[in-house]
T-cell receptor, first 112, second 114 residues
């Protein structure tokens, strides 16, 4: 595909459940970022991958959040024991190193 | 800690007007600055990227300037159109470190009235 894609576009779950959010970056982009955007706020950094490894996970709010990128392309953000406060739009972006970042359409997560 | 502020939070203008959106950042040691547009319920569309060594970038009716020493950037939109209505976000990448994550402002919500 030409751009960054994210699935699902919307996810509704119940408090305490486990969810997985997927990101397909632009082909060839080595850097991949996850951000979280709450209503009326700018996106906030969660985790950064350079290749397969998590180069910086300092933005993850707690140990319920985890992300992987096993083959250096697709990434999955995993949230365990979801809480209502996890409700937000989760955005993925990719780039060639420290260059222009291109964003996907986001996954809107609602925790009931 | 880098903080990005955007003023105003919301702006309403009549069609055809030229306008300026403001962005300020507290730490001038940045690698680059990027302006984005976000339509309701959508992801972010990159508009302009300015490297720290550059003073401005232009794309069509858009012009972004950067004054790193004073910690300011402006986005100038010429001859505004109703289709320009969206939220505009400014973000910086800090210089140094192992990551290149963007630090965002809260955005300016622009409404262009026909």
């Amino acid at each position: 595909g030409a751009g960054v894609s994210q699935t699902p576009s919307n996810k509704v779950t119940e408090k305490g459940k486990y969810v997985e959010l997927r990101c397909d970056p632009i082909s060839g982009h080595t850097a991949l970022y996850w951000y979280r955007q709450s209503l009326g706020q700018g996106p906030e950094f969660l985790i950064y991958f350079q290749g397969t490894g998590a180069a910086d996970d300092s933005g993850l709010p707690n140990d319920r959040f985890f992300a992987v990128r096993p083959e250096g392309s697709v990434s999955t953000l995993k949230i365990q024991r979801t809480e209502r406060g996890d409700s937000a739009v989760y955005l993925c972006a990719s780039s060639l190193g420290y260059h222009e970042q291109f964003f996907g359409p986001g996954t809107r997560l609602t925790v009931l | 800690k880098q903080e990005v502020t955007q003023i105003p939070a919301a702006l309403s203008v009549p069609e055809g007007e030229n306008l300026v959106l403001n962005c300020s950042f507290t730490d001038s040691a940045i690698y680059n600055l990027q302006w984005f547009r976000q339509d309701p319920g959508k992801g972010l569309t990159s508009l302009l990227l300015i490297q720290s060594s550059q003073r401005e970038q232009t794309s069509g009716r858009l012009n972004a300037s950067l004054d790193k020493s004073s910690g300011r950037s402006t986005l100038y939109i010429a001859a505004s159109q109703p289709g320009d209505s969206a939220t505009y976000l400014c973000a910086v990448v800090n210089y140094g470190g192992s990551q290149g994550n963007l630090i965002f402002g809260k955005g300016t919500k622009l409404s262009v009235k026909p």
